[in-house]
C-alpha cells in the first residue's frame, strides 16, 4: 500500500511507527519506506534498527 502524507497531519496524526518485514522482503525495499517515512516528517523521525545478533538469538532460543 501507498504512504498517505494525510496520516501524519493535523494534531491526531500519527506520532510512531514500527516497520515489519519478511526475510524475502528486499532491503532496498525497506530502506525505501524509511526514506519516504523520512522525507515526510522534514527529517525529524529518528530510525532505530534492531541489534540483528541479539534478535536472532533470541529467537534462536525460544526454538529449543
Do not use: N, Y
Not at 19 to 42: K, N
Amino acid at each position: 500500500a501507498d504512504i498517505d502524507e494525510d496520516w501524519f497531519a493535523g494534531e491526531e496524526s500519527v506520532e510512531a511507527i514500527g516497520i515489519s518485514a519478511g526475510a524475502s522482503t528486499p532491503d532496498f525495499l525497506v530502506e525505501e519506506v524509511i526514506s519516504r517515512l523520512v522525507d515526510i516528517s522534514e527529517g525529524q523521525a529518528d530510525v532505530i534498527l534492531p541489534d540483528k545478533k541479539s534478535r536472532i538469538r533470541k529467537i534462536a532460543r525460544q526454538g529449543k
